[in-house]
């Protein structure tokens, strides 16, 4: 089964999927570490770069912005109008403004005017331009309950801190919601599916954020996905597109990635012996090393080393495709680095390869 969950996940990496294409599958791809977010794209891509995934944030292909749970995510822009209108959060992200000191009736176009014609802006370049109403985490409250109007969503990083624009700067205009909510939600069930093998409305609800009765009436409006047909007579999955999916042995997935946080249990990949390793606490989540659809290890990239820590010694097959994926790590980043240490082993990477995020929010 999960042999299918992977190939649903596109990690048997199809040919001819670019950025565009990954997250148009997905639906979303987490994003809020900005280190992390990109890897998601190599380990579904034998031939993306980190060049390409920059192209289209820069072709707003993709778009940075606040999605499910709340959280920063990659989204189509095709698909902004209706992800959005279910996924926005305009009272908590007002609660927290409150907690903030950031009160007043005219908030959403105080962040619009103080974004509006400047293109892309950094925190403390916007918090100058909001003269006083708002500081530090305020200004990302103030971005975000922006983002849930259909005002903003946020742009390249510069020198590697976060920009936030206006929609008309960055997208032509204002992202207008899907006013049909039963669309929207028909529509979310429709492309959760297809990219979660197994999945139920307990999983939709888990990872969009959405209360589970509505989960539960979006996944009654959707029709279940059909196999495709599996012509070798191999038992194996097909992919999305209907082609056979190759057995994925080995995968490098980042921290973050959807393949941990797209549904509500991760007890079929992940061994409870081994939870803690993943999930250390504090909102860290390491990246993971995937040995035929288990988590089998955790990996951490510092400078020019990738470093992996096996839960079992890998041998045989599995341990030259982690070779071959810590090679492609290189490959994706545009470095040509040397490995020293045993990849069936490895070592612990002395600096904590997580994140600890706050709200979500970035």
């Not at 000191?101 to 962040?111: K, Y």
């Not at 032509?172 to 669309?183: H, L, M, Q, S, T």
């Not at 090679?327 to 545009?334: E, I, K, P, Y």
């Not at 680095?337 to 970035?362: A, I, N, S, V, Y």
Request: net charge positive; hydrophobic share 40%; charged share 25%.
């Amino acid at each position: 089964m999960n042999q299918a969950r992977m190939a649903a996940q596109l990690l048997h990496r199809p040919p001819g999927t670019g950025a565009g294409g990954i997250v148009r599958h997905l639906l979303a791809v987490q994003a809020q570490d900005l280190a992390a977010a990109p890897l998601a794209f190599r380990a579904r891509s034998a031939t993306v770069t980190l060049g390409d995934v920059e192209a289209a944030v820069q072709a707003r292909e993709i778009v940075r912005t606040w999605g499910p749970r709340g959280t920063l995510h990659y989204v189509h822009r095709d698909d902004l109008p209706w992800l959005l209108a279910l996924t926005a959060r305009r009272t908590g992200t007002l609660r927290r403004l409150a907690e903030e000191g950031v009160t007043g009736d005219d908030l959403p176009a105080l962040i619009g005017r103080a974004l509006h014609g400047q293109g892309p802006l950094t925190k403390a370049e916007l918090e100058e331009r909001l003269g006083g109403r708002a500081r530090g985490q305020g200004v990302v409250h103030l971005v975000a309950l922006a983002a849930a109007c259909g005002l903003a969503v946020l742009g390249p990083p510069r020198n590697g801190k976060p920009t936030y624009v206006h929609a008309d700067d960055w997208l032509g205009g204002p992202i207008a919601f899907e006013p049909d909510r039963d669309r929207a939600l028909r529509e979310l069930a429709v492309r959760y599916r297809r990219a979660h093998v197994p999945a139920g409305p307990e999983d939709l609800a888990a990872w969009s954020g959405l209360p589970l009765g509505q989960a539960r009436t979006a996944w009654r409006a959707a029709p279940a996905p059909r196999p495709a047909p599996d012509s070798e007579g191999t038992g194996r999955p097909a992919d999305p597109g209907g082609r056979h999916a190759p057995e994925v042995p080995v995968r490098l997935l980042p921290s973050f990635d959807e393949y941990l946080l797209g549904w509500k249990s991760r007890e079929p990949f992940l061994p409870a012996e081994h939870v803690r390793a993943v999930f250390p606490g504090g909102g860290i989540l390491r990246p993971v090393v995937l040995v035929d659809g288990v988590i089998g290890g955790t990996w951490a990239r510092r400078g020019d080393e990738v470093t992996v820590t096996a839960f079992a010694e890998l041998a045989g097959p599995a341990r030259d495709h982690l070779a071959r994926e810590i090679a492609d790590v290189r490959r994706f980043l545009g470095r040509h680095t040397r490995r020293e240490g045993d990849p069936g082993r490895g070592h612990t990477e002395r600096e904590d390869p997580g994140r600890k995020t706050q709200g979500g929010q970035t």
